[in-house]
């Protein structure tokens, strides 16, 4: 039989640290060789056990779950898996960005859980479905578009029908200038003539949709 994978689990609670261990202990295939109440010492016990898989809370003291995944991560061939109640995007990204290879929430169930350790030692992405949809929703969200004061202005008035040299004069700079401004906002959005420009600029709210300022 293949030897049971190491674990360490490490949660500031103490009851959360008991609750996981009792749940855990029945397993033939995971060894717990290591528990920690702070993010600190789960980085003690990774460096000096070598385990398979941290499992961390997100929110401890001395070191919070997120800096105690860097420096396992960095330090060490653990697999980290977050195990926590928050879910929101800031914390599920740091998690990510800092080197977890999954992240789930405290609803898991049992079987789940299992699944979702064995799954970390293998290498695999491990995420809570509502984690995921999370994940994917930033993922589709379109990035927004700034423009600088400038090109506002520049944008503005080419909205208000005004040629090339127009603008130049409104604005007080040469025309090449503004050719170099429209270059740039053509690029940012994602357009290649002055008309789409406006109405992708006025889609995206950078510009109002009715008024004096309206394309001719």
């Given at each position: 039989?293949?030897?049971?994978?190491?674990?360490?689990?490490?949660?500031?609670?103490?009851?959360?640290?008991?609750?996981?261990?009792?749940?855990?202990?029945?397993?033939?295939?995971?060894?717990?060789?290591?528990?920690?109440?702070?993010?600190?010492?789960?980085?003690?016990?990774?460096?000096?056990?070598?385990?398979?898989?941290?499992?961390?809370?997100?929110?401890?003291?001395?070191?919070?779950?997120?800096?105690?995944?860097?420096?396992?991560?960095?330090?060490?061939?653990?697999?980290?898996?977050i195990?926590?109640?928050?879910?929101?995007?800031?914390?599920?990204?740091?998690?990510?960005?800092?080197?977890?290879?999954?992240?789930?929430?405290?609803?898991?169930?049992?079987?789940?859980?299992?699944?979702?350790?064995?799954?970390?030692?293998?290498g695999?992405?491990?995420?809570a479905?509502?984690?995921?949809?999370?994940?994917?929703?930033?993922?589709?969200?379109p990035?927004?578009?700034?423009?600088?004061?400038?090109?506002?202005?520049?944008l503005?008035?080419?909205?208000?029908?005004?040629?090339?040299?127009?603008?130049?004069?409104?604005?007080?700079?040469?025309?090449?200038?503004?050719?170099?401004?429209?270059?740039?906002?053509?690029?940012?959005?994602?357009?290649?003539?002055?008309?789409?420009?406006?109405?992708?600029?006025?889609?995206?709210?950078?510009?109002?949709?009715?008024?004096?300022?309206?394309?001719?």
């Amino acid at each position: 039989m293949a030897e049971p994978l190491r674990l360490i689990l490490a949660d500031d609670h103490v009851v959360m640290r008991a609750g996981l261990t009792a749940l855990l202990a029945a397993e033939t295939g995971i060894d717990i060789v290591g528990e920690a109440a702070d993010g600190s010492m789960a980085v003690e016990l990774a460096e000096r056990l070598k385990p398979d898989v941290a499992l961390l809370d997100l929110r401890m003291p001395v070191m919070d779950g997120v800096a105690a995944t860097r420096e396992i991560t960095g330090r060490t061939t653990t697999r980290v898996l977050i195990l926590t109640t928050y879910d929101t995007d800031s914390d599920i990204e740091r998690a990510i960005e800092a080197g977890a290879i999954g992240y789930l929430l405290k609803d898991t169930t049992r079987a789940q859980l299992v699944e979702a350790i064995h799954a970390a030692a293998r290498g695999r992405t491990v995420l809570a479905p509502r984690v995921a949809d999370l994940l994917l929703a930033r993922l589709r969200r379109p990035e927004p578009i700034l423009l600088t004061a400038r090109e506002t202005e520049v944008l503005r008035a080419v909205a208000g029908g005004l040629s090339n040299p127009e603008v130049g004069r409104l604005l007080s700079i040469a025309e090449a200038t503004v050719k170099t401004h429209l270059l740039r906002i053509f690029a940012k959005l994602d357009v290649s003539d002055r008309t789409h420009a406006v109405v992708v600029a006025m889609d995206r709210g950078l510009l109002p949709r009715s008024g004096p300022d309206d394309p001719r």
